[in-house]
């Protein structure tokens, strides 16, 4: 059974990067037709995407946030992270990993990790 | 490309209630439908042409027209109340975009 786990720091200045990695266990991240997925929620607003990784490395990322933003793999360690630099206070938010499952029947973000709560403050 | 929801909804326990998304990206792809609670991880219930995952009950279903994709609780019950996201893809650019949720009040 597939589990994702977010890890990173709780707080972020302004002005600087956020890093956050996801680990995935109970499976392989190099699986094809799986895309490893960033969302975030920030308080008292809606679920927002934030972008994708395929297993090859191809991304896809939110044009509000893609100036700011890297998605990367590492599979050696079966993990993916997310940075994104120039934090403000809108970046404050619960961030999740997700697997993404793409295929013939729809898509759907069918795995989640408990999410990471982040606060940018001085 | 946006995905527009009712900001709230309301229904009795035992009724059926149904959430809809609009959106031009729903004409080329299917939705995904995710309950959300106060510090819970999303939970996904149902995805493309009526797909529900193992574990999630039957009166959670799901239908599609045109540009309107809609969430059915049928017979709801009080551990419904949550708020509910849909998402779909945009398949010209690949790119995903979450609805603005419903809050699901169950009285």
């Known amino acids: 059974q597939v589990q994702l786990q977010e890890s990173g720091p709780g707080q972020v200045k302004p002005s600087q990067t956020l890093s956050l990695t996801c680990s995935v266990s109970?499976?392989?991240?190099?699986?094809?037709?799986?895309?490893w997925s960033w969302i975030r929620h920030p308080p008292g607003k809606g679920l927002e995407w934030i972008g994708n990784?395929?297993?090859?490395?191809?991304?896809y990322y939110q044009p509000s946030l893609e100036s700011r933003i890297t998605i990367s793999l590492d599979t050696t360690k079966n993990q993916f992270s997310l940075t994104l630099s120039s934090v403000t206070a809108a970046d404050t938010a619960v961030y999740y990993c997700a697997r993404l499952y793409s295929g013939y029947a729809g898509d759907a973000f069918d795995i989640w990790g408990q999410g990471r709560d982040v606060t940018v403050s001085s | 490309s946006e995905l527009t929801q009712d900001p709230a909804v309301s229904v009795a326990v035992g009724q059926t209630v149904t959430i809809t998304c609009q959106g031009d990206?729903?004409?080329?792809?299917?939705a995904s439908w995710y309950q959300k609670k106060p510090g819970q991880a999303p939970l996904f219930v149902v995805y493309?042409?009526?797909y529900r995952p193992s574990g999630i009950p039957e009166r959670f279903s799901s239908s599609r027209s045109g540009n309107t994709a809609s969430l059915i609780i049928s017979g709801a019950l009080a551990e419904d109340e949550a708020d509910y996201y849909c998402n779909s893809r945009d398949s010209s650019t690949n790119l995903y975009v979450f609805g603005s949720g419903t809050k699901v009040t169950v009285l």
């Open positions: 109970g499976g392989s991240i190099s699986i094809s037709g799986h895309y």
């Open positions: 990206s729903l004409r080329n792809s299917y």
């Open positions: 493309g042409k009526n």
């Open positions: 990784i395929f297993y090859s490395g191809a991304t």
